[in-house]
């Protein structure tokens, strides 16, 4: 195996890099090295990438922003596929309608939308990470979704074949859809509906403020760590079941919101795994439901 890496760094060069520190590469600031980290120059070498590692039967990980992953102490062993800049372009293709890398980040797109009066695009100021993360997790708030302004998405799947899926052949839920995991998002359209900057940047504003009124930022967090459960909110289940002040060492939940999770300072991941599932458990004994995660926790357990 070592030999196999030593003979992919000599392919693919200053794209790839052995046993990288993932911790710069998520919000929370944790994790281990991945045994390879690939940021590809571009989709060709991608999917050169991807043959080759089939040939050793290389488990692949897809990180996006690390918005919403925990990634173990241990690190990851197998590779790490990152789209980077060249992956998030941001181009008009026809009237209300973009097309958007998925290393895009929400945000970009928004104000792209904006620039170019571009309505019902105005939520993804508020979601943190990119555009492929968003359509895996069908990612909305405040009453939109990302499934609502999607036209179609194009995905390299494990063989290195591309393909493009209209709206209509995805099944989209709550933080889910049916592309299989194993598909590697590479761009989308996004089809929004006429207007004006003046009115975009006040929603946008507005959407922006209610989140600052509600939600912790400037801390090392992945976001909402549980979601809603069709009865009640994670945050509002947390805080009845009397989780909200729990901690373990550094790991401890937002006082602004209790379904925010963060490092504070120097957790591990191994204590805000246990922050969760201690939460969970909790919840579950006093309420009888059963909590689902948000986040993403990759890695190996030790």
Sequence with gaps: MNIMIEQLKEQFGKNLIIKEKLSKYNWFNLGGPADIFFRPENKDQLIEFLNKIKTINLK???LGAGSNTLIRDSGIKGAVIKLGSKFSQI????QNEV???AAALDRNVSNFAKENNIGDMEFLSCIPGSIGGAITMNSGCYGSEISEILSSVKVLDPQGKE???KRNEINFFYRGCSLPKEYLILS????GTKSSKERIGIIQEELINRKKLSQPSRIKTGGSTFKN???KKA???IKDSGCDKFFIGDAKISE???NFFINNGNAKTSDLEKLINKVKKEVYKKTGINLELEISIIGDEK
Excluded: N, R
């Excluded at 181009?91 to 026809?94: E, G, H, V």
């Excluded at 989308?188 to 089809?191: D, P, S, T, V």
């Design 163 to 165: 393909k493009e899926f």
């Design 99 to 101: 097309e958007v890398g």
């Design 235 to 237: 945050w509002e289940l």
């Design 256 to 258: 602004k919101h209790s």
């Design 91 to 94: 181009k008009l293709i026809a």
């Design 229 to 231: 459960h069709k009865q």
């Design 60 to 62: 692949t990980y897809f």
């Design 188 to 191: 989308a359209k996004l089809k």
